[in-house]
């Protein structure tokens, strides 16, 4: 099956920091070269959103309210994306995703990573 699947994940509290890893399929394992690869979340009640987006060529964006916290980056020798959150607060509370958001034909989603921020 061809997903990507999200790891990092866990409780953390108001303030904490955290590092989600993605790795793709073996179908997929050229993904983080070729592909604007994207990290997404979905809160408790709301639609999925997209958090960071990383070009091949190195060009990033973020959701406003993670710019300056979030940072996403690749790890080409280990063919894994990451996401790193500081200073997160509990509307960060959320499962994570990663994808590339222009090529999702026949790829579905992960299992995501879920983040709790709670004291």
């Known amino acids: 099956q061809e997903q990507f699947v999200e790891s990092g994940g866990g409780l953390v509290q108001p303030g904490g920091s955290l590092t989600l890893s993605c790795v793709p399929s073996e179908s997929l394992r050229a993904a983080l070269d070729i592909y604007i690869m994207g990290w997404y979340r979905q809160a408790p009640g709301k639609e999925r959103e997209l958090v960071a987006t990383?070009?091949?060529?190195?060009?990033?964006s973020y959701l406003d309210s993670g710019k300056g916290r979030f940072t996403i980056a690749t790890d080409k020798r280990k063919n894994t994306l990451y996401l790193q959150m500081n200073s997160l607060q509990p509307e960060d509370t959320a499962v994570y995703y990663c994808?590339?958001?222009?090529?999702?034909?026949?790829?579905?989603w992960g299992p995501g990573t879920p983040v709790p921020v709670s004291s």
């Open positions: 994808r590339a958001p222009r090529h999702t034909d026949g790829i579905s």
């Open positions: 990383l070009a091949p060529a190195g060009d990033t």
